[in-house]
Nanobody, 126 residues
């Protein structure tokens, strides 16, 4: 399986921006559909965004559409989540995940990606 390490989290004021990065190693990165998920305190982990193996297709949870952008660089084994116009309700631990078998769109429907990072904390103050 691919190993994933997230970075870029932090504390930001409402309306601000953050860019999360996820570095992958261990297997051919371009074989993996990738996604970002988040878990807020006391809540279940939820889908945020996903991207196809080629990067040609992206999928978003409704509350982040128009504010967040997922992208990937297969040459660098990286996936990113650009987060703009952040809101306090975006506060959560954000996880990068990947899967060699599932299609990216399945992440939005509860697909269980097989590889996960350790998470990075994003805190948005009001």
């Amino acid at each position: 399986q691919v190993q994933l390490v997230e970075s870029g989290g932090g504390l930001v004021q409402a309306g601000g921006s953050l860019r999360l990065s996820c570095a992958a190693s261990g297997r051919t990165f371009s074989d993996y559909a990738m996604g970002w998920f988040r878990q807020a305190p006391g809540k279940e982990r939820e889908f945020v965004a996903a991207i196809s193996r080629s990067g040609g297709r992206t999928y978003y949870e409704d509350s982040v559409k128009g504010r967040f952008t997922i992208s990937r660089d297969n040459a660098k084994n990286m996936v990113y989540l650009q987060m703009n116009s952040l809101k306090p309700e975006d506060t959560a631990v954000y996880y990068c995940a990947g899967d060699r078998t599932l299609a990216a769109y399945t992440a939005a429907a509860g697909g269980k990606f097989g590889s996960w990072g350790q998470g990075t904390q994003v805190t948005v103050s009001s």
